[in-house]
């Protein structure tokens, strides 16, 4: 079983910053490919963004695209999302997801493993 766990979640204002990082222990994730979903309020799981396992490709939701970036660590364990100029429209809770193959775009029915989400506030 892999356990992934996610932090640096918190409050911001409009504008700010925040990087979130999610780490992967137990089983091995070699090969997967991470990702990113978010849930605001009401509203559904949605993918934000994911990266496959080397790190060498990547794909970015379009409505954070220019905002968001998602990397991987030398361990190939942990990623990133570094995400600019927030918006109170991207308050959410943030699930890290594993997937075994790389497919650039993942729907949430998609993913075999999910971390407890960490949530992030943006205030106007």
Not at 76 to 96: F, Q
């Amino acid at each position: 079983q892999v356990q992934l766990v996610e932090s640096g979640g918190g409050s911001v204002q409009a504008g700010g910053s925040l990087r979130l990082s999610c780490t992967a222990s137990g089983r091995t994730v070699s090969g997967y490919a991470m990702g990113w979903f978010r849930q605001g309020i009401g509203k559904e799981r949605e993918f934000v963004a994911a990266i496959s396992w080397s790190g060498g490709s990547s794909y970015v939701d379009d409505s954070v695209k220019g905002r968001f970036t998602i990397s991987r660590g030398s361990s190939k364990d942990t990623v990133y999302l570094k995400m600019n100029s927030l918006k109170p429209e991207d308050t959410a809770v943030y699930y890290c997801a594993a997937h075994r193959i790389w497919r650039g775009r993942y729907g949430p029915d998609d993913m075999d493993y999910w971390g407890k989400g960490t949530l992030v506030s943006v205030s106007s």
